[in-house]
């Protein structure tokens, strides 16, 4: 046996294990919420963990929990090949979300086992933590630790809205390793992520496979506005501090902006809004939103982000309540590294699948990898594009391609 | 001594009562965080039980932890005056609000005492659970099941947000009587109710007291918008259900609408909103919303009630969201007893106050004893008109005309 251009993965195989994912940590029906730092997060690091040891990794766990299984190749010393993305899901989350792109790390693997192939450069399977920041927010902490986006500290301190501490859970479940967490430049040589569309493009055209060229541009605020409590009776309107009312019209303005901007495929969301005391009787003192605009183009994007902020302002103003807009954040565009798309492209060509060009919409693990090291992605289609949803689904057909893609060019690159 | 038509209550006895309640359960600077069956609402209780029992009152405490403190009278068959309030607060309460008025109740009967004067019919002096609705919704549910608008059972049965059974609640602090809590029509005799206005009206016009007249009609509903979970990246606008965004849009249209009559005194009222999950990165599938509308026109208060639930379906509709309106009520109007109404008027005149008539905008457990009993309100001036608030502040010049007003308007009903 050896690597050679025809290798395939064992789809069955690879299948099971996703199988086997969707038993640990069972949401509504065929969904999960395998919330990040849980006891049902544990059992299925448990499991990555013994797939990972059946399979010849060498395991280790950092400070922010991060998994790597690590295979050697024949010149240790040499930046290795990252395959990774993660394990745990939304409150309503699917069985695809994040796991196929981890276990199919763990099948290319596997797959060179069998075929007794050993790469030049170390390869490593990884599972970034809280990757949906569904219990602890923002998402994708530990892969913005691991560039140094964010400090382990940091981390370590978030607070769940359910009142527990990041470091607390994570020491809790047994997963709080001695090694830091974070790598130099040059310390890794590629990253290689395969996540499922989350989207409706793959499917609605029927492709086979996507190349991620880029990710929307994308920037996301968080706003605090505050007002003062009342009683909701006497008050007159022009007295009124409700900061309750500042959050319901910014995130109506934000929805706006997503209509006026929706015939060119953009988006703007309004995802949470906390206010205080927020019960009837009472005016709310503060409240706090999370929205965010994504649009392809960029200059679009950063108008839809301006008049976003402005939306802001003005929801504060006519409720009569200050504004802090506490942080934002700015995704996606022409990030990832234009020699590992090319060379994902050609193999979709190569192999003869139904391909396209795609950009990412939502944010994953590799965007921050993509900060610091030359990074790629690879999606595979999912029904109707239906995602942090029960009803999220794939077929082994929907994901043979992408899998496969991904087997030869983290080989190749690996290989180099 | 004997009760002339120039006795007065001791006005430093009557303050003192309130700065002793002020030392319980304090919330932020100068306010109180007295939550209904929380520690705290179990010692005032302790600390009401103790002054009523000094007073020689007969204490009694009901299924729903109400206490009434009764004051036999020379003829104890007949149906009795009942004088009361509560004194539980607001998570940013101040020390007024409910409070003054059963601390008046206790301090008529304590003049009565001083003065040696037995009425013919009794006076019981009551504390009613939960007026305030801040812990368990809905607000007055003690009077509301005292007068049958709602059952015991379906009271207990209430789950705070902080996940505690209304009934363990009662028992755990050991207020759930034996005694059932209603009355029969022609059980009580009257009912009076003395609070602080929660409204700038009074204050504004530097005036001593307030006849109060009727309420505001105010209409109130509690709206649950459904739709479904998705990714807040890549789902287009057109396929989005995002319930979130229904209920904003709701509260701002609510908003609106008390804009929209704001001229006319006309409030709209957006309190709450509780979506699901209400993340960063889902869209959300649930939210319950409450708004209330008030005006004292009772047309244009059913004006802007039809406009409110038509603006809940249009939210709705434009968020491709069901819509279900929950529950509703309806408050106000011409409810209290006008020969109560007369007295109080008539002993404002006569004691020489500077007074006038007003409309109570708030709700209060006398809306209730309304629908059953004849009832009655006398309001007194605060600063500014703030409440739920830490800085809601009433002197004991602010209360004088109306505790005094109430002494004798209670004791000539009572000698009736």
Request: charged share 25%; aromatic share 8%; net charge negative.
């Amino acid at each position: 046996m050896s690597f050679t251009p025809d290798a395939r993965i064992d789809l069955d195989r690879y299948w099971s294990t996703i199988q086997r994912s969707a038993e640990i940590g069972q949401g509504r029906e065929g969904g999960l919420a395998r919330l990040t730092l849980t006891d049902s997060d544990r059992e299925m690091r448990d499991q990555f963990v013994a797939w990972c040891e059946a399979a010849g990794l060498a395991v280790r766990v950092d400070e922010m929990g991060t998994i790597y299984g690590r295979r050697e190749g024949t010149e240790p010393g040499l930046p290795p090949i990252l395959i990774g993305s993660h394990l745990d899901t939304q409150i309503n989350g699917g069985r695809f979300d994040g796991i196929a792109g981890v276990l199919a790390g763990l099948e290319v693997v596997r797959t060179l086992n069998d075929l007794g192939h050993v790469t030049k450069r170390p390869i490593v399977v990884v599972d970034w933590t809280n990757e949906e920041g569904a219990r602890f927010s923002p998402p994708m902490i530990a892969s913005g630790v691991f560039v140094g986006r964010y400090t382990a500290d940091w981390a370590h301190a978030l607070i769940s809205d359910d009142g527990a501490r990041f470091g607390d859970e994570l020491e809790r479940i047994g997963y709080k390793g001695e090694m830091p967490c974070g790598a130099a430049p040059g310390d890794v040589d590629a990253y290689f992520e395969l996540h499922i569309e989350q989207g409706p493009i793959l499917d609605a055209e029927k492709r086979q496979v996507g190349v991620v060229t880029g990710g929307y541009p994308s920037y996301g605020i968080r706003v605090r506005f505050d007002g003062e409590t009342a009683h909701t009776g006497p008050t007159p309107m022009d007295l009124r501090h409700n900061a309750l009312i500042a959050g319901a019209r910014f995130l109506t303005a934000v929805d706006d902006i997503g209509w006026d901007f929706a015939v060119m495929d953009g988006k703007a969301t309004g995802s949470r809004l906390a206010a205080w005391p927020n019960k009837p009787g009472i005016l709310s003192e503060t409240a706090q939103c999370v929205a965010d605009v994504r649009h392809p183009d960029p200059i679009t994007a950063k108008v839809m982000a301006e008049k976003m902020r402005r939306a802001a302002h003005e929801a504060g103003a006519r409720a009569g309540c200050s504004v802090t807009i506490e942080d934002e954040w700015a995704w996606g565009g022409d990030i990832f590294d234009h020699g590992m798309v090319d060379a994902i492209r050609a193999e979709a060509v190569r192999q003869g699948w139904n391909w396209r060009d795609i950009e990412a919409q939502a944010g994953h693990d590799a965007y921050h990898m993509a900060m610091r090291f030359p990074s790629a992605m690879i999606f595979t289609p999912c029904k109707g594009g239906i995602t942090h949803n029960n009803n999220e689904s794939c077929t082994p057909g929907d994901l043979v391609a992408g899998v496969n893609m991904l087997l030869h060019v983290a080989v190749a690159r690996a290989d180099r």
